[in-house]
T-cell receptor, first 114, second 115 residues
Framework: NAGVTQTPKFQVLKTGQSMTLQCAQDMNHEYMSWYRQDPGMGLRLIHYSVGAGITDQGEVPNGYNVSRSTTEDFPLRLLSAAPSQTSVYFC?????????????FGAGSRLTVL | AQTVTQSQPEMSVQEAETVTLSCTYDTSESDYYLFWYKQPPSRQMILVIRQEAYKQQNATENRFSVNFQKAAKSFSLKISDSQLGDAAMYFCAYRSTEYGNKLVFGAGTILRVKS
């Protein structure tokens, strides 16, 4: 019972490079989402998905891309990394998009952009 | 858009004492959910307690309880008999019942527990 698995846990990029943060869940959850955590700002929603083939923007989507081709996976792509994207990223999922469902979080990925 | 405000960046409590963390939120919805999450140094997000807005009774989980004041849009967390393991960042969060059911977080409160 792995829950929500994020890879990599740490990554250092140079400005302009692209990369993908992977997120996989084995709980058959419909709802998946990506957050970034910055000091003094809490966690902010980047993108979310209510099911395979359906994605939508959150509060801070610029510079990020997502897709949901399977129920299990929800990768987050940084198209051209910028120092402002230095942050800790969390993937979270729940069994449905109902507000009653509690989100299960991954362990987080720390990204540094030089 | 909904917002969540935690006005205490840091709090300290003596071991075995009680501490209350404050949270206020702004929304036009009548039905929603409120959460407190704990983030220890390991960075893992751990659910502490959940409150359903349509329930007037305050949620309780062992040493953790909330004071939910819907009219005042206030959702404070009380930790009784504080333990060293309670030291962490605590986030208050609001989950909408609108499409997307977005979870909106406050900025967090660092809780330090003194022995």
């Amino acid at each position: 019972n792995a829950g929500v698995t994020q890879t990599p846990k740490f990554q250092v990029l140079k400005t302009g490079q692209s990369m993908t943060l992977q997120c996989a869940q084995d709980m058959n959850h419909e709802y998946m989402s990506w957050y970034r955590q910055d000091p003094g700002m809490g966690l902010r929603l980047i993108h979310y998905s209510v099911g395979a083939g359906i994605t939508d923007q959150g509060e801070v989507p610029n510079g990020y891309n997502v897709s949901r081709s399977t129920t299990e996976d929800f990768p987050l792509r940084l198209l051209s990394a910028a120092p402002s994207q230095t942050s800790v990223y969390f993937c979270a999922s729940s069994s449905s998009s109902s507000g009653a469902n509690v989100l299960t979080f991954g362990a987080g990925s720390r990204l540094t952009v030089l | 858009a909904q917002t969540v405000t935690q006005s205490q960046p840091e709090m300290s409590v003596q071991e075995a004492e009680t501490v209350t963390l404050s949270c206020t939120y702004d929304t036009s919805e009548s039905d929603y959910y409120l959460f407190w999450y704990k983030q220890p140094p390991s960075r893992q997000m751990i659910l502490v307690i959940r409150q359903e807005a349509y329930k007037q009774q305050n949620a309780t989980e062992n040493r953790f309880s909330v004071n939910f004041q819907k009219a005042a849009k206030s959702f404070s967390l009380k930790i009784s008999d504080s333990q060293l393991g309670d030291a962490a960042m605590y986030f208050c969060a609001y989950r909408s019942t609108e499409y997307g059911n977005k979870l909106v977080f406050g900025a967090g409160t660092i809780l330090r527990v003194k022995s």
